[in-house]
């Protein structure tokens, strides 16, 4: 009978007896797909490589340098005016160039064109990074009062129901904050034919959601 020796370098294998635990190690690695399992089902995912996120934005949406008020005071009288961005109304500042020694009327006059023009103006690139836009056109003047108008009146070229709910919301909520009405959060508009005015409002609800809540109106011919 011929003795086979173990080659020289060569390890003997033994299985493991019955009843003996398997090495601490084995018992380990047997239990990874399990915990895989476990953290899957609480909505943990297991990651080899780390999430690359992208860069950091270089502007926070919807927000805007501190502006230097006494540039801007140099540049003429200090206004806000309330520009898109996202779903809602945020103030942007701006000026006016209202002459010295201007009558009241006339000082409500021209604030009200000089607001209207800024809302109508392309916005910097600045408020464009940022996310800014207007829906506020070109070309609309306004004016006085009609002869049975209420006196703060101010009759726009065009009809406030012929514009855009936005662009409703921003002249409404811009005049209404600003020298060219009372300052009680509401102002009286018409257009420029014979309908009566409507005294409008610009509340939370016409900021936080311009396209779908119209600011609230209701005819001055009562007050």
């Given amino acids: 009978m011929t003795v086979r020796r173990p080659r020289a370098g060569a390890q003997a294998t033994a299985s493991v007896p019955a009843g003996r635990k398997r090495p601490v190690s084995l018992v380990r690695l047997a239990g990874l797909p399990v915990l895989a399992v476990l953290l899957a089902g609480c909505g943990i995912r297991a ?11 270089s502007r926070v949406r919807c927000s805007l340098a501190e502006p230097d008020v006494s540039a801007q005071a140099a540049r003429g009288l200090p206004v806000q005016v309330f520009l898109l961005c996202g ?7 701006r000026t006016v160039r209202v002459p010295d020694g201007a009558a009241d009327s006339e000082r409500r006059m021209l604030v009200a064109q000089g607001l209207l023009d800024e809302l109508a103006e392309t916005p910097s690139p600045a408020e464009k990074e940022a996310g800014y836009s207007s829906d506020v056109r070109g070309g609309i003047t306004v004016g006085g009062p009609g002869k049975s108008d209420p006196e703060d009146t101010l009759r726009l070229s ?11 919301a921003q002249i409404v909520c811009t005049f209404s904050d600003s020298a060219a009405a009372e300052g009680d959060g509401s102002v009286v508009l018409g257009g420029p034919g014979p309908e009566s005015p409507r005294r409008y ?19 001055v011919a009562g007050e």
């Fill in 47 to 57: 990651t080899e490589v780390p999430t690359n996120f992208g860069p950091a934005p």
């Fill in 87 to 93: 779903s809602s109304l945020v103030t942007v500042d």
């Fill in 158 to 168: 065009a009809a406030p129901d012929s514009l855009t709910s936005y662009a409703l």
């Fill in 201 to 219: 409002e610009c509340t939370d609800e016409v900021r936080a959601r311009p396209g779908s809540t119209a600011p609230p109106s209701k005819d």
